[in-house]
């Protein structure tokens, strides 16, 4: 990766904001598993944002305004990393900090509105799903609503598929309104529906049985088992559309995770 510059031009402390420079990194949520992120980049170079701990990395693509993202791989130490692309794939360091999450219940990691799952409760699936679950007394419940609706109403975009760029990011309302969308609509649709309603949940990327081609759906923790659980609302809504049963609850074994947020 380059020749690694450290750039700390001016240094701000704003409650438990801190800028610097153009960077700004909001920790006043990190109770909730959550961090603030906002570089203001003068130039016209992508940046990133990587977030580390214990080995592994999370790599975000990012602009000026400010984006929350998940701290998601438990409590500890976070390293929080902005890079700035030099040519071709190559990124500089512009700034890191270190952050140290500890979360009384880690997940709260998987309840609230992130960069992958932007979602606010003026939104009309927001709305909805505060609408599907009046009178539900559990979570189990909660999710049976949500998940029967996406799956009855949610079409496959097939022509979406074939015009994706690398930094594509779902839209929660306009998947909502259009009803369609591909698995990573489908599996951030149910991600902020279901958050939005107190049930923590998880978009997981990686392979699915019988899908061929990278995969989206949800792991969804039901406090009433102690347990989470897989659901794949973009298979299931296969099923419905040609006359078949869905299971909701999957074989999470048969799931071969590379991503969670």
């Not at 909805?128 to 189990?140: M, R, S």
């Not at 609706?149 to 306009?174: A, Q, R």
Request: glycine share 6%; aromatic share 10%.
């Amino acid at each position: 990766m380059g020749k690694r510059v450290l750039f700390i031009l001016i240094i701000f402390i704003l409650s438990t904001s801190n800028v610097f420079g153009q960077a700004v990194i909001d920790t006043n949520a990190l109770e909730q598993g959550i961090i603030g992120v906002q570089y203001n980049n003068n130039s016209s170079n992508r940046t990133k944002l990587m977030v580390e701990k214990d080995g592994n990395k999370y790599t975000y693509n990012i602009n000026g305004i400010q984006e929350n993202f998940s701290l998601q791989m438990g409590n500890g130490n976070y390293k929080i990393s902005l890079l700035e692309n030099t040519e071709g794939n190559k990124y500089r360091v512009v700034y890191n900090e270190t952050v140290v999450a500890s979360m009384q219940n880690e997940n709260n990691a998987f309840t609230g509105s992130v960069q992958m799952i932007k979602w606010d409760t003026s939104m009309k699936a927001i709305k909805k799903a505060q609408e599907l679950v009046q009178g539900a007394k559990t979570d189990e419940e909660k999710l049976e609503s949500i998940y029967q609706y996406v799956i009855s109403n949610v079409t496959y975009d097939y022509e979406k598929i074939s015009g994706l760029t690398s930094d594509y990011l779902p839209e929660i309302e306009k998947i909502y309104q259009e009803n369609k969308g591909i698995c990573y609509d489908y599996a951030a649709l149910v991600a902020a529906m279901l958050r939005s309603v107190g049930v923590p949940t998880k978009l997981v990327m990686g392979y699915a049985p019988d899908v061929k081609e990278y995969h989206a759906w949800n792991e969804v923790y039901l406090e009433s088992k102690g347990q989470w659980i897989t659901i794949d609302t973009t298979v299931d809504a296969q099923y419905i559309k040609a006359n078949q049963e869905a299971n909701m609850k999957k074989n999470s074994n048969l799931y071969n995770k590379v991503k969670e947020y």
